[in-house]
């Protein structure tokens, strides 16, 4: 019986994020109009991006949700066949758990996690300093999360193909968790 009450929540809770996911992106501004610096230092037009379903995630490597990048990498390796980018955006600002240059962020991603997905230069994500990317993300109302400051590492917002906000998810929605997977792939679907 618990099962079925549980798949009964799963099942409205998957409706809901449907039809929020549907009235954000009338009103939601285009994200990728932005431009970053890779990790490597290389300006990058986030609008390369448009006509992919995009995932952008505040990363640190010295966090307890660390280990999120092997999902992430898992979702990757799923998905990119399909038009799935996830940008990783290091952050240092909460606990000082980005230290690190870019080169060794680099080499703990590649070493530890096995990381191909695209990664950027290390940014603010919160504050007068925040990237203007980020100031835009966090002032859009998004579900389930809704808007307001990063809350810590591995916040992440799902982008659909048309480079609006489809949905945001706290840091501790794990990258296989079923509502981020299903969100992925509805967006992945939608044409």
Known sequence: MKWIVALCVR???????????TSLRAD???VLRFKMKSLEGKEVDLGQYKGKVVLIVNVASQCGLTPQYEG???LH????????AILGFPCN???????????EIRQFCTANY????????KIEVNGP???????LLTSIETQPKGSGPISWNFEKFLIGRDGRVLARFAPRVSPDDPQ???AIEAALNAK
């Open 11 to 21: 099942i409205v809770v998957c409706g809901a994020l449907a039809m929020a996911v």
């Open 28 to 30: 939601s501004p285009d």
């Open 77 to 84: 390796e799923k998905y990119a066949a399909r038009g799935l």
């Open 129 to 135: 300093n925040a990237a203007p990317l980020y100031k």
């Open 72 to 74: 992430l990498q898992a």
């Open 114 to 121: 096995g990381v191909k997905f695209d990664l950027f230069e």
């Open 180 to 182: 981020l997977v299903q």
């Open 93 to 103: 600002q909460f606990g000082n758990q980005e230290p690190g240059t870019a080169a």
